[in-house]
């Protein structure tokens, strides 16, 4: 299972660099029973990031799209999942919404979908959008 991390989400509702790749990913899971995740910090980071930048309407879109898409799954921390995360924040390099995200892959066995380097000093499988649904490529020998 996967978490997706809050940039992949950014990407495409302020058409960055690399939202075309996300935004693939995204409509993969429109109809897929494959289960990936989103935190509720996340859901909550982008309605403050949107509504500081007056995009109501990407929004209001954009939450829809989480509640409809079959794929997509909100994962809920409560107030002691997240003393924990911060508590990992305090002992790690990782900032606190990092920390939030570190915590429930690490606590639920998910790999993260996500451009943010950090992760890649934990524990934690990191993925980018595009690796999501390859395969591994074969063994060969020589």
Known sequence: ???IDTNIFLEVLLDQERSAECQELLETLQDREVLFYVSSFTIHSIEVILERNELYEPLVDFLYDIHKTKGLKRFDTDTLEEMEAIKLAQKSSLDCDDAIQYYI???YNFKIVSFDNHFDSTDVERIEPK?????PAPFSSC
């Open 1 to 3: 299972m996967y978490l």
């Open 131 to 135: 690796d999501v649904f390859t395969p």
């Open 105 to 107: 892959c690490k606590t």
